[in-house]
């Protein structure tokens, strides 16, 4: 019977692309078109990972301020208008990323990106970045009508991949990634230096990394241990 290729899937943002730089500018535009001061760099970079929407609410929460959903929505849309037109400004892969990627397919691997930003954006970030051709499928909050952690959307995508749930892995930096990895009853590892409130060694991965470079013995190690 012919090798069953394992599929790695990824998450993006703060995973495979440090994006905080394009995202937080944008929400200090909105922010600022609203009369809303903006929120300190620090403090809002664990906010990113559950969509504009979201990061725009936490933002609120964090100075008090409260709008109706009317002004909300009016928010979001100008979030996203605003970031699909700079979103490749000054986002960039983290360090070892590409490197990564290459021995991973040259191992045999099928790469995927598995986000819960909208697809769209994912796919104008990923070929603003020349990267989309690295991945066999790339799948958003959108995509199948249902947002991580559920796990149909990471199912789905190993799927779309022509993979099999018993031979892949998902890589992430937050709670969410690691819970639908849980879900869908395959390994989790997790990156140190990616957006989470609750820090990435206490998440509960199978293996946590520190750079990239580190990815492909910990995807060995994971499979190993699924496969024994």
Not at 85 to 101: E, K, M, Y
């Amino acid at each position: 019977m012919p090798q069953v290729r394992p599929v790695i899937a990824f998450d993006l943002d703060g995973t495979l692309v440090d994006t905080a730089p394009d995202l937080l500018a944008t929400l200090d535009v909105v922010l600022s078109a609203h009369g809303v001061a903006p929120v300190d760099r620090d403090e809002a970079r664990p906010m990113i990972g559950g969509g504009a929407r979201l990061l725009i609410v936490r933002a609120l929460r964090r100075v008090g301020v409260e709008v109706d959903a009317a002004e909300l929505d009016r928010m979001n849309r100008q979030f996203l208008d605003h970031y699909a037109a700079h979103i490749a400004d000054t986002s960039r892969p983290f360090p070892g990323v590409l490197d990564a990627l290459d021995r991973l397919e040259a191992r045999g691997a099928i790469l995927a990106v598995c986000t819960n930003k909208l697809e769209y954006l994912a796919r104008l970030l990923l070929d603003g970045l020349g990267l989309s051709p690295r991945f066999a499928a790339i799948t958003g909050a959108d995509t199948f009508g249902i947002s991580k952690p559920d796990p149909l959307p990471l199912l789905s995508t190993i799927s779309a991949c022509g993979g099999v749930p018993g031979h892949a892995v998902m890589v992430g930096d937050s709670a969410t990634d690691v819970a639908t990895a849980r879900a869908a009853r395959i390994p989790a590892v997790a990156v140190s230096f990616g957006y989470t409130e609750t820090p990435a060694a206490e998440l509960g991965a199978d293996r946590l990394i520190h750079h990239f470079a580190e990815l492909e013995c910990a995807v060995d190690d994971v499979l190993r241990s699924t496969a024994a």
